[in-house]
């Protein structure tokens, strides 16, 4: 109780000068109340029952705190701790409906493969009525031939006819039946290869997979020095990773693009951000990404990610993107 | 009325007072690295977002250190406790996102096959 006085004179105190200013909560426990109602809106409600209420007893005692000791330093940590218990409980309702929508992807995606290998089988059967009816015409006119005493000339023409048909479809089956297949097997491979290659970049960097491109992200600060652009030894290993998985890429164009922060003139910004997009083209060319797919830009200051007013906007400004696009 | 102020005042002295008896900065302080590398493990780095609340975990960490030279043990535990939970909102972020990624891939592949269905039904 004694250490409490003090802070209880300070209210009273202030109570006297601005009378409800007292009895204002703090930015945090506005900040908690809102970072909790939006949960409750979020699929927290749904999949992350027990989050929530972890969150709303966070909620609570900040609460608790605010009508005893309005404004202490109590109330603004217990706020503290709420709101970001109630985030977390939004980002683990957030995973949890992802991993949903993943499954449900995944069945879809199976279903898709699994009508496609049946389209297939059906255009060989169709293939194979076919072959079957052209053998059968092809006997009715042997037959006939037969009859004519093999002197008919029209009937001759029409068996060599039937005879090259009946070989054109042998073939294409058997094209059909063995490349087809195959060539699918390999794709779905070379497929699940390239983009598992990518996906296992977030080791690295931030990937962010579009259904016809992928970014890649690399922060500026371990790639580079200061005002620099040559390499760091550092950035060596994660280039080499992303080297790596770029030459799986088939049929993809890749753009190299350097970024900076705001800082210094914007002529310079874009000089050292082209610089140092190719620093990285450069390296990737020389372990074995082929130079014809990969382009180098510098777009300077002029694409931020982030706020520059503060370090860490700048941080992340500071950044080399590698654009990975379907097509030629 | 005597109840709510009673446990105010049991709430306000625990938060900062009592509490040091039971955990003290040096177990917090272990507490809270061992989250900070977990959210480096779960890739908190390479997400904005997550790294953001990563930021602020190491930065209450560094705060918290100088609270613990100064003797000023509150403060310090105060501190801590935050840099803590900041980690774990990092960790459930960087999940998140690489939930979503996966989820995207998925998606992506299925948009090929479709392509693909499309191309090989018009040679039909």
């Known amino acids: 109780m004694k250490a409490v006085s003090p802070l209880v004179w300070t209210i009273v105190g202030a109570g006297t000068v601005l009378a409800c200013s007292v009895t204002q909560p703090s930015a945090e426990l506005v900040d908690a109340r809102q970072a909790y109602l939006r949960a409750m809106e979020s699929p927290a409600a749904q999949h992350e029952q027990d989050e929530l209420l972890a969150a709303k007893q966070a909620l609570q005692k900040a609460e608790e705190a605010y009508e005893g000791d309005p404004g202490s330093r109590s109330e603004k940590h217990l706020a503290y701790l709420a709101e970001r218990r109630a985030q977390m409980a939004e980002q683990r309702g957030l995973t949890t409906a992802a991993e949903q929508d993943q499954m449900k992807t995944k069945a879809e995606y199976d279903a898709l493969e699994k009508q496609m290998r049946k389209q297939t089988e059906q255009r060989l059967e169709k293939s194979r009525e076919a072959l079957g009816r052209t053998t059968s015409a092809l006997a009715a006119v042997q037959a006939q031939l037969g009859q004519a005493g093999g002197k008919n000339a029209e009937l001759e023409e029409k068996k060599r006819q039937l005879l090259a048909e009946k070989e054109n479809l042998e073939k294409s089956l058997a094209v059909k039946g063995t490349e087809l297949e195959a060539e699918r097997e390999a794709r779905i491979k070379a497929e699940k290869t390239a983009a598992a290659a990518l996906a296992s970049l977030d080791k690295f960097a931030q990937v962010k997979a579009d259904d016809d491109e992928t970014i890649i992200t690399l922060n500026g600060s371990v790639l580079f020095e200061t005002g620099k652009s040559k390499l760091l030894p550092a950035a060596e290993e994660r280039l080499r990773a992303v080297a790596r998985a770029l030459k799986q890429q088939k049929n993809r164009t890749i753009q190299i693009a350097g970024h900076t922060d705001s800082r210094g003139a914007t002529q310079m910004n874009e000089k050292l951000s082209l610089d140092r997009a190719k620093s990285v083209r450069e390296f990737l060319v020389s372990h074995g990404v082929k130079p014809g797919m990969i382009e180098a830009v510098g777009r300077g200051e002029a694409q931020p990610v982030a706020e520059n007013g503060t370090a860490e906007g700048r941080a992340n400004n500071r950044r080399v993107e590698i654009i990975v696009r379907k097509g030629t | ?124």
Do not use: Y
Not at chain 2, 3 to 13: D, E, I, P, V
Not at chain 2, 26 to 53: D, Y
Not at chain 2, 67 to 73: D, G, L
């Open chain 2, 1 to 124: 009325m005597h109840r709510l102020w009673s446990a105010t005042c049991l709430l306000a002295s625990c938060g900062l007072f009592s509490c040091a008896a039971t955990v003290n900065p040096a177990q917090q302080s272990a507490q809270s690295q061992a989250a900070v590398r977990g959210a480096v493990e779960a890739g908190a780095e390479h997400n904005p977002q997550a790294a953001l609340h990563l930021k602020m975990a190491r930065d209450q960490i560094q705060q918290a250190e100088q609270f613990i030279a100064a003797e000023e043990n509150e403060a310090a535990l105060t501190a801590l406790q935050r840099a803590e939970i900041d980690a774990e909102l990092a960790v459930s972020i960087a999940r998140k996102v690489r939930v979503e990624q996966d989820a995207a891939l998925m998606r992506s592949k299925i948009a090929e096959l479709r392509t693909e269905a499309t191309v090989e039904g018009a040679v039909q």
